[in-house]
């Protein structure tokens, strides 16, 4: 079955930056198959950030492309996120999620791992 | 950026009655490519989210039938027929019609 994790730091110092990886299985990266980082501040609604796709396309939302970088990790089945730069406001809950190239359907989301920023 | 608002944001809903929560774009969510990427997500308390609707209308493997989408252009809704409590959570509504792709503020579902 198609599951993801999220993993990473669960306490990071402000200006600092954030390594997240989301590993993946029970489907490949190919033909179709993109993969996107979401985050969620405490009680308020996802935000979308970035997304891979199968051919190494990358998109950034615009309001955080400067400090967000998306790439394929070391192994086959993972995805990875950096952000640059963090600051309180970057405190939040951050999930991978499956999706295909067009429409944002996410269908399988990872539990999620929450990021707090301290100073 | 494509603003998504909902309401009510909060819906307190007798077990067993209907409930309907609207969602409205700043845009028109049509694609160029002829379909309306409008997708419906529910967040039970503590979970990740889970999608229950996609392409406005069309529901999820699993997804409970008293569970309908349906809208067009900037109007659009999410209809649970007779709640359970198991519908408990916040729903979301999502375009993926436009970059960035944009979330609704939430509705938050309760039991009276």
């Known amino acids: 079955q198609v599951t993801l994790r999220e993993s990473g730091p669960a306490l990071v110092k402000l200006t600092q930056t954030l390594t997240l990886t989301c590993t993946f299985s029970g489907f490949s990266l190919t033909t179709g198959m993109c993969v996107s980082w979401i985050r969620q501040p405490p009680g308020k609604a996802p935000e979308w950030l970035a997304r891979i796709d199968w051919d190494d396309d990358k998109y950034y939302n615009t309001s955080l492309q400067t400090r967000l970088t998306i790439s394929k990790g070391t192994s086959k089945n993972q995805v990875v996120l950096t952000m640059t730069n963090m600051g309180p406001v970057d405190t939040a809950t951050y999930y991978c999620?499956?999706?295909?190239?067009?429409?944002?359907?996410?269908?399988?989301w990872g539990q999620g791992t929450r990021v707090t920023v301290s100073s | 950026d494509v603003v998504m608002t909902q309401s009510p944001l909060s819906l307190p809903v007798t077990l067993g009655q209907p409930a309907s929560i609207s969602c409205r774009s700043s845009?028109?969510?049509?694609?160029?490519?002829?379909?309306?990427?409008l997708n419906w997500f529910q967040q039970r308390p503590g979970q990740s989210p889970r999608r229950l609707i996609y392409?406005?209308?069309n529901r999820d493997s699993g997804v409970p039938h008293r569970f309908s989408g349906s809208g067009s252009g900037t109007d659009f809704t999410l209809k649970i027929s007779r709640v359970e409590a198991e519908d408990v959570g916040v729903y979301y509504c999502m375009q993926g019609s436009h970059w960035p792709w944009t979330f609704g503020q939430g509705t938050k579902v309760e039991i009276k």
């Open positions: 392409k406005v209308s």
């Open positions: 999620a499956r999706h295909s190239k067009e429409g944002g359907d996410f269908d399988y």
């Open positions: 845009q028109s969510l049509a694609h160029f490519d002829g379909n309306t990427y």
